[in-house]
T-cell receptor
Framework: DAKTTQPNSMESNEEEPVHLPCNHS???????IHWYRQLPSQGPEYVIH???SNVNNRMASLAIAEDRKSSTLILHRATLRDAAVYYC????????????FGQGTELSVKP | GAVVSQHPSWVICKSGTSVKIECRSL??????MFWYRQFPKQSLMLMAT?????????EQGVEKDKFLINHASLTLSTLTVTSAHPEDSSFYIC??????????????FGPGTRLTVL
């Protein structure tokens, strides 16, 4: 499975935008970029996924670099409830790929 | 999104006993379910992939005779930790993949089961 690299931790202020980066230089053409987040003592929660084009949903936006070697998860207005570990994961759609979690980025949000 | 439940949410057992954890997809069918474990301050580690009606596929280093997985129906998978020991204490999380509809790419996770072995 292709590997992703994320910063260990980031801080944000409440109601400000947050940009969470992810590097995936070995991504293959059939890898989808998935983002999940995990609140303390809970199972991971799906956030967003994409292949080549930028994606928006009610939770976040996903900006994918043109060469697909990096991506950025954007939370438009961070709230205290967004404090979690965010995981960027590559999944090979065609092979029904497993979700292999890296270390993720622990996001803290200050009031 | 679709809902995955786990039962129990937490369990405490004595060393040497076996513990069964259930994972259910409540409003969708899942031919594939996954089992993860997570130690404190660490990421999730995939243990095995469970396919309905067939044997589970275990990740390297995971003892299949210790972690028994059964996926007897499209909505239920079970993980049995046999002869549990304190080092098996962990947070066990299951997930299920919806086989159809617009959510095909999504994998839904259960809330986790906290196992403590005394």
């Amino acid at each position: 499975d292709a590997k992703t690299t994320q910063p260990n931790s980031m801080e944000s202020n409440e109601e400000e935008p947050v940009h969470l980066p992810c590097n995936h230089s070995t991504i293959s053409g059939t890898d989808y970029i998935h983002w999940y987040r995990q609140l303390p003592s809970q199972g991971p929660e799906y956030v967003i996924h994409g292949l080549t084009s930028n994606v928006n949903n009610r939770m976040a936006s996903l900006a994918i670099a043109e060469d697909r070697k990096s991506s950025t998860l954007i939370l438009h207005r961070a709230t205290l409830r967004d404090a979690a570990v965010y995981y960027c994961i590559l999944r090979d759609y065609n092979q029904g790929g497993k979700l292999i979690f890296g270390q993720g980025t622990e996001l803290s949000v200050k009031p | 999104g679709a809902v995955v439940s786990q039962h129990p949410s937490w369990v405490i057992c004595k060393s040497g006993t076996s513990v069964k954890i259930e994972c259910r997809s409540l409003d969708f069918q899942a031919t594939t379910m996954f089992w993860y474990r997570q130690f404190p301050k660490q990421s999730l580690m995939l243990m095995a992939t469970s396919n309905e009606g067939s044997k589970a596929t275990y990740e390297q280093g995971v003892e299949k005779d210790k972690f028994l997985i059964n996926h007897a129906s499209l909505t239920l998978s079970t993980l049995t930790v046999t002869s549990a020991h304190p080092e098996d204490s962990s947070f066990y999380i299951c997930s299920a993949r919806d086989v159809g509809g617009s959510s095909y790419n999504e994998q839904f996770f259960g809330p986790g089961t906290r196992l403590t072995v005394l």
